[in-house]
């Protein structure tokens, strides 16, 4: 069959100047006095891998791992500092979406001036005109000026001509990134089509389902390195873990934030909040359907005061609530009987809160805890306090975050440990 990309010992570095301005120029002028006015980063350093006609390859990694980079020098948009690229048969690529497009001109002017950017003759984009205008769904709008476009009509038309094409290799850059559900399963659909035809892709995206549903090898760049070359669900296991690693590196400087109170009377406080494994190590990142604890400590101004305990989760960057658990007796569909307890609230109470499976999925979060009696008379409020980062340790799932999750509820002794948070009205 033969190959159709071949890469060896690849290597690509950039100058970043001291000053944009006078850095360049001074490099330019004063070249004889061997001075460097910038640093050197390594984009891509030394890969090599080899791709066969027909092969579905996915390209994953973090941002900045030159993914992009190593796609543009394949396309021969960027020159090779080391290393050589071969290269059997036509390119196209679509790394940036819409490039080339006019906001004045009409969709179907775009289709034209679109279609010959990718490399399509005029003749061969007035045959497939009417093909792209189905595939877009955009109706009388096609007519009119891509400035008028809302953001999602855009995405149609730009997707649509973007999937028209036919090539020897096709390099894709997170070109399924935008635009609504329904289109991008379409789009998703066409990708197939294309890799039946013989064609030979290379697939960049985030989303690990696209990639493992797609692709028959990954790719797993880090930091401009190859760290693997296997199949799609190996990559993404390494991949998580690497991504998890990092993210429970962020959150280290994180362990001593302050939670302030939001709401409620302050007849009941909350002390100290612990984040926790399943062996009852402190950590700030856990992995989807293992054990997360929150041991909560509490401070009540009246003793013996009867409460419940609400703590919830919410998603760090829309705010917006994804699942918790209440300690007011209601019936588990999960576990199929009636659970939670009501507490007495001492001088110093500690409350752990088990959950195991924990239901989600990977993302940032924030924990919601409440504290009332049983009439809904709210205590405290401590909403989006104690970031914590959630990753899936294995293979995609498409199970979605549980409102409810399995609870196991523990009165515990006070203890001295590691705050992670302090309320700063206690």
């Known amino acids: 069959m033969g190959f159709a990309i071949k890469l060896s010992h690849v290597s690509k570095r950039f100058k970043l100047y001291y000053s944009l301005t006078s850095g360049p120029l001074k490099e330019l002028l004063f070249f004889w006095k061997r001075q460097q006015y910038y640093d050197e980063f390594m984009a891509v350093k030394d890969v090599s891998v080899e791709v066969q006609r027909g092969e579905v390859i996915g390209i994953i990694g973090s941002n900045g791992a030159g993914k992009t980079t190593l796609l543009k020098m394949?396309?021969?948009?960027?020159?090779?500092?080391?290393?050589?690229?071969?290269?059997?048969?036509?390119?196209?690529?679509?790394?940036?979406?819409?490039?080339?497009?006019?906001?004045?001109?009409?969709?179907?002017?775009?289709?034209?001036?679109?279609?010959?950017?990718?490399?399509?003759?005029?003749?061969?984009?007035?045959?497939?005109?009417?093909?792209?205008?189905?595939?877009?769904?955009?109706?009388?709008?096609?007519?009119?000026?891509?400035?008028?476009?809302?953001?999602?009509?855009?995405?149609?038309?730009?997707?649509?001509?973007?999937?028209?094409?036919?090539?020897?290799?096709?390099?894709?850059?997170?070109?399924?990134?935008?635009?609504?559900?329904?289109?991008?399963?379409?789009?998703?659909?066409?990708?197939?089509?294309?890799?039946?035809?013989?064609?030979?892709?290379?697939?960049?995206?985030?989303?690990?389902?696209?990639?493992?549903?797609?692709?028959?090898?990954?790719?797993?760049?880090?930091?401009?390195?190859?760290?693997?070359?296997?199949?799609?669900?190996?990559?993404?296991?390494?991949?998580?873990?690497?991504?998890?690693e990092q993210e429970t590196r962020n959150y280290k400087t994180l362990l001593s934030t302050e939670l302030n109170r939001t709401g409620g009377t302050g007849e009941v406080l909350v002390s100290r909040v612990s984040l926790l494994d399943g062996n009852d190590n402190p950590k700030t990142g856990f992995h989807t359907f293992e054990t997360l604890k929150v041991r909560i400590q509490i401070s009540s101004l009246k003793k013996g005061q009867e409460i419940f305990l609400f703590v919830g989760f919410l998603d760090e960057q829309t705010n917006l609530y994804v699942g918790g658990v209440n300690t007011k007796e209601y019936y588990d569909p999960i576990i199929g009987q009636v659970t939670g307890q009501s507490i007495l609230a001492k001088e110093d109470t500690v409350v752990e809160i088990s959950f195991s499976p924990l239901y989600l999925l990977t993302g940032h979060y924030l924990l919601w805890i409440e504290i009332a009696d049983r009439y809904r008379h709210i205590f405290s409020d401590y909403k989006g306090i104690c970031p914590f980062f959630v990753s899936q340790k294995g293979a995609t799932t498409t199970q979605e975050a549980y409102i409810n999750h399995p609870m196991t509820i523990k009165i515990l002794q006070p203890e001295e440990g590691k705050v992670v948070c302090k309320d700063s009205e206690a």
């Open 74 to 244: 394949i396309a021969g948009l960027l020159p090779v500092d080391e290393g050589t690229i071969e290269v059997n048969g036509h390119v196209t690529a679509l790394l940036t979406l819409g490039v080339g497009v006019h906001p004045e001109f009409t969709g179907r002017e775009n289709i034209l001036y679109g279609g010959m950017l990718l490399g399509m003759c005029k003749a061969e984009v007035i045959q497939k005109t009417q093909a792209i205008i189905e595939f877009a769904e955009l109706g009388e709008y096609i007519d009119h000026p891509v400035r008028t476009y809302s953001s999602g009509m855009r995405a149609r038309l730009l997707f649509a001509i973007s999937m028209s094409i036919k090539p020897d290799i096709l390099i894709i850059d997170e070109a399924l990134s935008t635009g609504d559900a329904y289109f991008v399963r379409k789009c998703s659909k066409r990708i197939r089509e294309i890799c039946r035809s013989g064609a030979t892709i290379l697939f960049v995206s985030h989303n690990m389902s696209q990639v493992e549903e797609l692709c028959q090898r990954a790719l797993l760049l880090d930091r401009g390195r190859l760290l693997a070359d296997t199949d799609p669900n190996s990559a993404h296991r390494l991949y998580s873990q690497l991504v998890f």
